[in-house]
């Protein structure tokens, strides 16, 4: 999300750790048994294989022990001794997906007269960790097991994460960031508390990016322009100095940073001051591409949210000058995107999701094969380009002995046609569970 969406939330107090601990006691008692299950050894054959690595594999058996891949082989490997057997023959399988750009706690009640935004801010904290579990699961459902979430407030993104890893809320694996670090964008009044994540000059910025690595982030984001949501301008709003001083804290902590900027110029910025990632950005000049090309700098361009934004005006109260504004930005993020991927910039898949956007995640993908690449290149942005990006690269984004055993079984073939995965997922592990089955009944 965004600056401007940050500023929605100014004033929200943190009331969340205690109510977020009696819920996860509470969750953990409502789990069966078998959603936390022990030690196991299954063998999975499927059509053809899209294992990560650049290899597709026919008729091959991935064999599960635990949570982990144990061995992947050919039709001619047999079934284990001692190992249950599950026959998806009639589909193809990749590594789960990864999301690297969404917003698990950004929850639509369609029940409520409010608009999405509204809902988020006037919701306690506890509950909307609570129901965000709807999000978690249409995520899942989409073949979606990691994320990298890029924002939230009052610590319901960790409380979040930490009850999926805790098996007390079912979900894909979580990397988040907190609050946003982004500058002053609206007035306060003297005695009003400044808005979480707010900060201005290298100084105040540093300060903000050490309290996000104290409550415990995996990453750090920090919003350098405006732009989101109904917002497609790009005004850089932090300096370089800013960007800069957020970069090397991060990185000196051990922690990785995603640059959210719309425009050109704070992404030029960004690269330069050392980020790990550029979001959203559209009209980067070829200098700075080849400069991330060379840096191995990401790009997550998240193109298709702002289709979704304008595909969906009635629940936001958007007008039809804000959807045009939506309209024409995605021309331009697309043409960026191309031009990215013909310059060698690593790129990875990002849906921004958002309220009701989960579900679908990989609609990404499609724009990516619009704009030049195959669908096994645009795959690897959901797998191998994502788990770099992460620093997971040797346990997700693969099919492989020792990696997660993530895997996701589509109807058809995806190395010819992306709606195979963007429309047709039917069968969803994550680290050795089932939590999606939609093969039942299905012909």
Known sequence: MTASANSVVTGVRLRVTKAIASIAIWATTLLSPDALAASKLVAIRFARLIDGTGKVITSPLVVVENDRIKAV??????????????????????????????HMTYLFDPDSPMKPVEQFVKRLPPVTVFLAQQNAKRTLESGVTTVRDLGSFEQMD???????????????????????????????????????????????????????IAAGVDL?????????????????????????????????????IAVHSYGASGARDAVKAGADSIEHAVD????????MARRRIFYVPTIDHNRYYADNPKIYGF???????LRAFVPKNLETARRAFRMGVPIAMGSDAVFTMFGENTQELGWFVKLGMTPVQALATATTNAAMLLGQEKSLGAVAPGFFADLVAVDGDPVSDITAVTQRVRWVMKAGTVVVDRTVGHK
């Open 284 to 291: 980067i000049d070829d200098a700075t591409l080849a400069e």
């Open 73 to 102: 082989g050919g039709p001619t490997m047999p079934v284990p001794d001692g190992a249950a057997f599950v026959d998806l023959s009639r589909y193809s399988a990749l590594p789960g997906l990864i999301d690297a750009h969404t």
């Open 220 to 256: 750090i984001k920090v919003v350098a322009s405006t732009g989101g949501y109904d917002d497609v301008t790009g005004f850089q709003t932090l300096s370089y100095d800013e960007i800069k001083a957020a970069v090397d804290v991060a990185h000196r902590a051990g922690k990785r």
């Open 319 to 325: 007008g039809s000058d804000a959807v045009n504004n």
């Open 158 to 212: 960790l409380a979040m994460r930490d009850l999926i890893r805790r098996g007390a809320m079912l979900g894909p694996r979580m990397f988040v960031s907190g609050v946003p670090v982004f500058a002053t964008d609206e007035f306060v009044k003297p005695g009003q508390p400044v808005a979480p994540g707010t900060a201005d000059g290298p100084a105040d910025v540093m300060r903000v990016v050490r309290l996000q």
